[in-house]
């Protein structure tokens, strides 16, 4: 029977926290492998799968209405900070579950009658003239 031949080896790229690639490099040189790609194949050889549980929560999606300008705010701070939009979402969300109660803003069904603030009345012009004649009175005694 004829062996099966096996695949060339093929690049596979993923993201990874700083803190686990500091430890690949630290294994690297502990073991004494020729590079990366060694660690990880050792690693994965060594690891029992059938014990392994995720620790990530169940995930569902969910979908909002966010005004136009917090959107914007929304993407802008997720490029500047190079991060996705749903990590930047629950973070904030994880605040607000730590925050204090705040009271919620009152909500009025329908259309509500905006009352005009009642025009400011200018001061009495006689009691600025009463002050001018006065001050000029005194102006002329000295």
């Known amino acids: 029977m004829a062996k099966k031949a ?5 690049p596979l790229t993923f993201d990874l926290p700083v803190s686990l690639i500091e430890k690949i490099t630290a294994a690297q040189t502990k073991l004494g492998l020729a590079s990366t790609s060694e660690v990880v194949r050792l690693a994965l050889a060594k690891f029992n799968f059938d014990r392994f549980e995720s620790a990530r929560e169940e995930h569902r ?5 966010l005004p136009a300008d917090m959107k914007t705010l929304l993407s802008r701070q997720s490029r500047k900070k ?3 939009v749903g990590e930047l979402l629950r973070a904030s969300l994880d605040e607000l579950s730590t925050a ?7 909500v009025a069904k ?3 009658k905006v ?3 009642p025009a400011k009345k ?6 600025v003239k009463k002050a001018v ?3 000029a009175k005194k102006a002329k005694r000295r």
């Open 6 to 10: 096996s695949r060339p080896a093929s």
């Open 61 to 65: 999606q969910i979908s909002v209405r």
């Open 82 to 84: 190079k991060v996705s």
């Open 100 to 106: 204090k109660p705040v009271a919620k803003p009152k």
């Open 110 to 112: 329908g259309k509500k």
């Open 115 to 117: 009352k005009k603030a």
């Open 122 to 127: 200018a001061p009495a012009k006689k009691a």
């Open 133 to 135: 004649k006065k001050t």
